[in-house]
Nanobody, 120 residues
């Protein structure tokens, strides 16, 4: 099965930059007709859509994240990354990546999430 795995530092200090990586395994990545998405969920709260990046490098960000977030894809390594600058304790959450495909196979794949805690 296609599996997505988030990788992150776990703990990060306030004002620093958070780097997260999502790696896909267990199947073939399509060459087109797909997009990557980062989503987060603070404890006890709902899901926050951070942004997405598609196969032709079109990006979309939620306005509240636009000034601090940056996404990239690394096709040869089957990886998708998130950079989030100037983090604060309000950025503490479980971070998820997701892959949507709409070509030969139509599907939505999610990683299991990685906990990120920002210390003061």
């Amino acid at each position: 099965q296609v599996q997505l795995q988030e990788s992150g530092p776990g703990l990060v200090q306030s004002s620093q930059t958070l780097f997260l990586t999502c790696t896909v395994s267990g199947g073939s990545m399509p060459s087109k007709d797909y997009s990557w998405t980062w989503i987060r969920q603070p404890a006890g709260k709902g899901l926050d859509w951070i942004g997405s990046l598609n196969y032709v490098d079109t990006t979309n960000y939620t306005p509240s994240f636009r000034s601090r977030a940056s996404m990239s894809r690394h096709t040869t390594k089957n990886q998708f990354t998130l950079q989030l600058n100037s983090v604060t304790p309000e950025d503490t959450a479980v971070y998820y990546c997701a892959l949507k495909t709409w070509g030969d196979i139509v599907a939505m794949y999610w990683g299991q999430g990685t906990q990120i805690t920002v210390s003061s």
